[in-house]
Nanobody, 128 residues
Framework: QVQLAVSGGGLVQAGGSLRLSCTASGGTFNVMGWFRQAPGKEREFVSVMNWGDGGSYYGSSMKGRFTMSRDNAKNTMYLQMNNLGPEDTAVYFC???????????????????????WGAGTQVTVSS
């Protein structure tokens, strides 16, 4: 049974940082991604990483502020978020799907409906 365990959300002031973690069990994946959803808004692509070589890319508003990394031994992916602003307030989810390939169709990687497995969301709140 595939499980994605998410941790690391919380409350932070604008300009601050948080690190989210997502630990996978019960399956192996080529890619894992992060999405977020603010109240009343669509689920938004944050970032995606290739487990094999650590390649990653980010949503346009996250570039330069967010960084993904991984610990293969722990089967854990991280999302380091710096210079957070109130617009980053949302529930953050990690997601994975064994059918996705990082070097396949890029549009699929940023589409949340392409992911089969989801972790429970973690709330990130940024105060101004």
């Amino acid at each position: 049974q595939v499980q994605l365990a998410v941790s690391g959300g919380g409350l932070v002031q604008a300009g601050g940082s948080l690190r989210l973690s997502c630990t996978a069990s019960g399956g192996t994946f080529n890619v894992m991604g992060w999405f977020r959803q603010a109240p009343g808004k669509e689920r938004e692509f944050v970032s995606v990483m290739n487990w094999g070589d650590g390649g990653s890319y980010y949503g346009s508003s996250m570039k330069g502020r967010f960084t993904m990394s991984r610990d293969n031994a722990k089967n854990t992916m991280y999302l380091q978020m710096n210079n957070l602003g109130p617009e980053d307030t949302a529930v953050y989810f990690c997601a994975a799907d064994p059918r996705l390939s990082f070097y396949g169709e890029a549009s699929r990687l940023s589409t949340w409906t392409e992911y089969r497995y989801w972790g429970a969301g973690t709330q990130v709140t940024v105060s101004s």
